[in-house]
């Protein structure tokens, strides 16, 4: 009883309070028991708002005494978020390189509002590029970025208008030396915008997909498996629905096949609640190093030659055509005023090639390949 009154007492008065109220108790052990209650919640509370920053590859883009203030704040979690996932990463991928090969950290303010940080590592022995971005910006749409929200079927948001926006996100992509390690490419967003009525709207989207060189249905398995997971832990639906809209989103029309052998992916997420929506999105972000680094420490030593290495860069010359002429979110951020193009650019690899008319035999392993990323299957 002494605890619980002491707890409700002092929770929310200063100092002087504490004291002035601390008299009015009745013996000397339940008064020096409150002042140590108290003491100790004090403490507490000033711990919980102090935020530890230091495993991060650089400060935030937000002030932390802002974060520090609005912790509950969706904009919040989801930057502390991503910047997590790009720490944790960042160093899954240095852990398996030379010792001498880290990441260049590269933070960026945008006179618009907000930044980012851009850590890419290049000319490795493991990864010939790796980039895993994060970006945290405000500000106005221009009325060509408000005409892609409005094909999307968004409501209220007029013609020729600018809105104002927050969006938020972790972004990368992973092209290895060896070709027979595949490449990786994750993205998760959050975004709030301020429609023409004055209210805010939000949604989460992103997606995880791998794109291989040479086809190894372990690998798609285990890939699959993981994304699976992470998806059945919030709904089962989840899984086959997404699944099915990375196949159709990754397609390139004007060859007929798509980029890789899919993954997940998905957009406009605005259910069942914002926390449960983060919640997936975030469990979908912390099975990237599951899914993929395991296929890293299994292939990387693997022997390749140079017929193998001009087939790796004639796919990167798809992943290319892809980026530049069909992914929306490389246009969305070009459209967006104050692009730092470095950074959205990043995807590309840092050698393809273009060969002309080039078609592989269908018996070779080359032509195994081409039939998978025509006719995407069923992993598990």
């Known amino acids: 009883m002494i605890i619980q009154s002491c707890f409700k007492t002092f929770q929310n008065i200063g100092l002087y309070s504490v004291f002035k109220q601390v008299g009015t108790l009745r013996n000397h052990k339940q008064r020096v028991t409150a002042v140590l209650l108290w003491g100790a919640l004090f403490i507490n509370k000033s711990d919980s708002s102090s935020m530890d920053l230091s495993t991060f590859m650089a400060e935030p883009v937000t002030d932390k005494k802002h974060l520090e203030d609005n912790q509950d704040d969706m904009k919040t979690r989801m930057e502390l978020m991503i910047m997590k996932i790009q720490a944790d990463f960042c160093r899954a991928l240095e852990a398996e390189e030379d010792p001498e090969t880290k990441f260049r950290v590269d933070r960026w303010i945008r006179q618009e509002g907000g930044g980012g ?101 372990q690998d798609a398995t285990l890939f699959h498996k993981a994304l699976k997971t992470a998806c059945d832990k919030h709904d089962k639906v989840y899984y086959p629905r997404f699944k099915k809209w990375c196949d159709d989103y990754f397609y390139i029309p004007h060859r007929g096949e798509r980029r890789g052998v899919g993954g997940i992916f998905f957009d406009d997420l605005d259910s069942p609640t914002q926390e449960k929506a983060f919640q997936f999105v975030k469990s979908c972000a912390e099975a990237v190093i599951p899914s993929y680094m395991p296929l890293v420490k299994q292939h990387k030593d693997d022997g390749y030659g140079y017929h193998e290495r001009q087939w790796q860069l004639l796919r990167r010359g798809r992943y290319v055509e892809f980026n530049l002429i069909y992914d929306r979110g490389t246009k969305f951020g070009l459209q967006t005023p104050g692009a ?41």
Not at 343 to 372: F, V
Request: hydrophobic fraction near 35%; include cysteine; charge should be neutral.
């Open 117 to 217: 940080i851009t850590c890419i590592m290049q000319d490795g022995k493991v990864f010939e590029k790796a980039g895993v971005n994060i970006s945290v910006v405000s500000g106005s749409l221009p009325p060509p970025a408000v005409a892609q929200m409005r094909a999307r079927g968004k409501k209220n948001f007029g013609e020729g208008q600018s809105l104002p926006f927050f969006a938020a996100g972790v972004s990368a992509v992973i092209h290895p030396r060896n070709p027979m390690v595949p490449t990786i490419h994750f993205n998760y967003r959050y975004f709030e915008v301020k429609d023409s009525s004055g209210e805010v709207q939000w949604w989460f989207g992103g997606g995880t997909d791998l794109t291989p060189y040479y086809l190894n249905e």
């Open 340 to 380: 730092r193009y470095e950074s959205i650019l990043m995807s590309l690899p840092l050698s393809a090639k273009w060969e002309y008319m080039h078609n592989p035999e269908e018996s070779s392993k080359e032509g195994q390949l081409i039939k998978i990323l025509k006719n995407p299957k069923e992993w598990v």
